[in-house]
């Protein structure tokens, strides 16, 4: 069994593994150094689509926010419009 650990920074997010049932010793140098570019391009590319999700959310909370806010700014500058006209 070959077994090629998914790292994202200095944490394991997960692993890959290859098995021959037939042949004990089935896998060459070349085959773990291949397994493990491609675990390394799984492990960059799982990453990126954490991030991706991440920034997603947060560039919505940060909408919702300022929609909130420039809702507030109307309110209170139609209180003040009409605590002016008021005085008038």
Known sequence: MLLVPLVAGSTVIGAVSLQNLNHEHA????????????????SVALENARLFDETNRLLAETQQRTAGWRSSQRAAGSSRAARHAGRL
Do not use: C, G, H
Request: aromatic share 6%; proline share 0%; net charge negative.
């Open 27 to 42: 896998f060459s140098e070349s085959d773990v150094r291949l397994l493990t570019t491609l675990a390394n391009s799984m």
